[in-house]
């Protein structure tokens, strides 16, 4: 009897805890001028990784396949050689320590601290509820008047990031919603003649799934930002078509009815949005000023690359060569203000533009070696997620999750770097995606799931 017990109460104490633990860090409110230094969910991130070498030395097992150590530790080769270039030695250490954790040692962690599909669904939920908490700040913040500035007023929803980070909410609540939408496409309960105790709670859970993604779409939209907009349109799309044909069309009328019901519903906040969203297809044509910065950082970006091609200017050297390569068309910086914070003029230090970041700084051999690890877990995750589509796996719904948030990455990665407190929940992600491509349980067809 008393190992019977014991089972149970091990099965709740899941290895995940820590990682949940840097979720929930999240939604502290960050102090105004902290957006750039180490949070309290960096250092949470530290003792996840702690948390794993214990875990591993405990069972006495090999952590990583060959093919997972592979794909995991490619990166490590650009980082290695992009930091032998760095000004100095602590700007070495600070952006290989910085990179490691991102794309490396978090990930990895958290690949390695999952045990099965159950603590995909407490991670995702965790990340959920983490977005719909910035989310309602958000919401708030703009009925109110009290969020950061945009075109005049204080009205962009930032969460409790702060004008700092002004894209740190949009990106826990597009997380958040990915995951509410894989959640939701989760297969039906398999019944072979009896029904399992456990398929009705999953059912009313792909309900409140549907529910939070389609409430998160009211943040979203607030936060004005057009990157997260597009990243998260094209990943949920890809999730939908994935998940079945039928079930896109029944579930993309739904969305999109509702949405248009939450989103019209604003009075002169649609007006702004209808604006926003119209200049998506004028950053050729007649780009604002943000857009033309943006693209003076870029042509930055590519200027250093061909200064070294293979290796790049080195870690963290962009904002040093930033001006003898941009045009004079780049501003001082971006004007911030508002949710509790005063006037000042944030420099724009990075090109935000992840892939070009890369070339810049890591040259051809951190790009390859980075995008090339991205792309196999894409490759590997989408092949297992074809498989379980024909078996009918339960499982479907943390496929979709975990792929749909690395689609977000790749996609939103043309528009963002990383940098914020909110750069830490990318490697959680990271890690969920790791776990379903290279570690996650083969498909099962309905006679095994029925049989568990």
Known sequence: MSHACALPAARRLTPVLPVIAVIALLALPVAPGGESGATPADAASGAVVLCCVARLLYHRRRPLSPTAAVILGLPVVGIAVAATGAAGPDTAVTGFSRYLQIFVLVPAAVMLLVRDRRDVR????????????QGAVGVHQYATGTGASYMGREIRAVGTFGPGDIMGMATVVAFGLVCAVG?????????RGHLPARAEPRAWGRVWALVCALLLVVPLAVSFSRGAWIATALACTAQLVLAGPRRAVRVGAVATAVAVILVGGFGVGSALLQERFSSIGQVADAPDQSVSDRYALWAAAAGMWRERPLTGIGLKGYPEHRDGHASLALSSGSDTEGAGAAYRKQPLLSPHNMYLLVLGEQGLIGLLTLAGSWLALLVLGLRRLARARRARDPGLDCALVAWGLLVWHLINFAYADIGGPSTVLTAVCLGL??????AGPAPTGPEEAAAR
């Open 183 to 191: 959640l939701a496409l989760g297969p039906a309960p398999v019944c």
């Open 433 to 438: 995606s790791a776990w379903w491509a290279l």
């Open 122 to 133: 407490l991670l995702a939920w965790s990340v959920v509820a983490l977005a719909v908490w």
